[in-house]
């Protein structure tokens, strides 16, 4: 089945660390652009960052600079959000989506091609 799925959510501490990542199955990850939004009930999702195919990386998300950033492991197809010091408004529901062809900023406003069913991150104490 040729999919994105993401794992590592959970419930966290503030101050604490999590890492996510984005698995594909069924196609390799070596040529997408992949960006981690992130989803709260109620609001539009949001542009976290962005982990191109050049190995170029964009943080979208102001909040979050300092704090998040994204790596790529091409053995292990999986593109990954390292989020460290976390806080209570980093709360939400982060998915990968990803597309071959569009660069990352159009995926960001666009329909990508792949897109994962999301992972739950909690931030309290």
């Known amino acids: 089945q040729v999919q994105l799925v993401e794992s590592g959510g959970g419930l966290v501490q503030p101050g604490g660390s999590l890492t996510l990542t984005c698995e594909a199955s069924?196609?390799?990850?070596?040529?997408?652009?992949i960006i981690w939004f992130r989803q709260v009930p109620g609001k539009e999702r949001e542009a976290v960052l962005c982990?191109?195919?050049?190995?170029?990386?964009?943080v979208y998300l102001d909040s979050v600079k300092g704090r998040f950033s994204g790596s790529r492991d091409k053995t292990k197809n999986a593109v990954y959000l390292h989020m460290n010091n976390l806080k209570a408004e980093d709360t939400g529901t982060y998915f990968c989506a990803g597309d071959r062809f569009l660069s990352c900023r159009t995926i960001v406003d666009g329909q990508p091609t792949y897109r994962g069913q999301g992972t739950q991150v909690t931030v309290s104490s």
């Open positions: 069924g196609f390799s990850l070596d040529y997408y652009n």
């Open positions: 982990v191109a195919r050049t190995e170029n990386r964009q």
